[in-house]
């Protein structure tokens, strides 16, 4: 079974709006770690947040804030006021078990395509 | 910049040759992650270094191997390739500060193109 699932092949948004990237996940582990990562055409994987599950506050990080539902196991990416340079793929990942050097389990992606 | 280094950028071989991939961590990070990503697979780990000892193994085939060296750098080796192993391969350094939330900065990556 999929660990992560992100539903939406591909958004398209307006500058200036703002856009949700969904994003579900599956784990038995009481600690686990979500991270959201950008990945442009030109290749690299950029890291843009991060939400604990004892985390009782939503994160933020500038534009980007991840609306976090534990009890439906959601981690969804909300970017604001979108800009042309935000047009990327967009993965959503998890560390279970709380404990160091676990590996990350990634979603299938989210391409984001934002116009002027 | 995520301050991981990997080189090289792009790497074009032909089947059945041996390629070394190669990776310096974040400074002071002593945790190292090889990932790959291909178009059918998607993101999948491969192997985990930890301060020189092999800490897990993901999906990794057998004619791959890797190491982390005194000086924390490491190194992917991939031999006898095959078309398939055509892939973009990050390695990922994390502090691993015994919590298990420490984030992972990914290197630029290496392009593998094996014709």
């Known amino acids: 079974a999929q660990k992560i699932t992100q539903t939406q092949p591909g958004m398209f948004v307006q500058e200036k709006e703002a856009v949700t990237l969904d994003c579900t996940y599956d784990t038995s582990d009481q600690s686990y770690g979500l991270f959201w990562y950008k990945q442009p055409s030109s290749g690299e994987m950029i890291f843009l947040i991060y939400?604990?599950?004892?985390?009782?506050q939503n994160a933020t990080e500038g534009r980007y804030s991840l609306n976090f539902q534990k009890a439906r196991k959601s981690a969804n990416l909300v970017i604001s006021a979108s800009q042309l340079g935000d047009s990327a793929m967009y993965f959503c990942a998890m560390r279970e078990g709380g404990q160091a050097g676990t590996a990350l389990i990634f979603g299938k992606g989210t391409t984001l395509s934002v116009s002027s | 910049d995520s301050g991981v280094t990997q080189t090289p950028k792009h790497l074009i071989t032909a089947t059945g040759q041996r390629v070394t991939l190669r990776c310096s961590p974040r400074?002071?990070?002593?945790?190292v992650y090889w990932y790959q990503q291909s178009l059918d697979q998607g993101l999948q780990f491969l192997i985990h270094?930890?301060?020189?000892?092999?800490?897990a193994k993901g999906n990794i085939l057998e004619r791959f191997s890797a190491q982390q060296f005194p000086d924390l750098h490491s190194e992917l080796n991939l031999s006898s390739l095959e078309l398939g192993d055509s892939a973009l391969y990050f390695c990922?350094?994390?502090?691993?500060?015994?919590?298990?939330?420490?984030?992972?900065?990914f290197g630029p990556g290496t392009r593998l193109t094996v014709l």
């Open positions: 400074s002071g990070d002593l945790s």
């Open positions: 990922a350094s994390s502090a691993e500060s015994g919590t298990g939330t420490d984030t992972q900065y």
């Open positions: 939400q604990g599950s004892y985390d009782e």
């Open positions: 270094y930890y301060n020189g000892e092999e800490r």
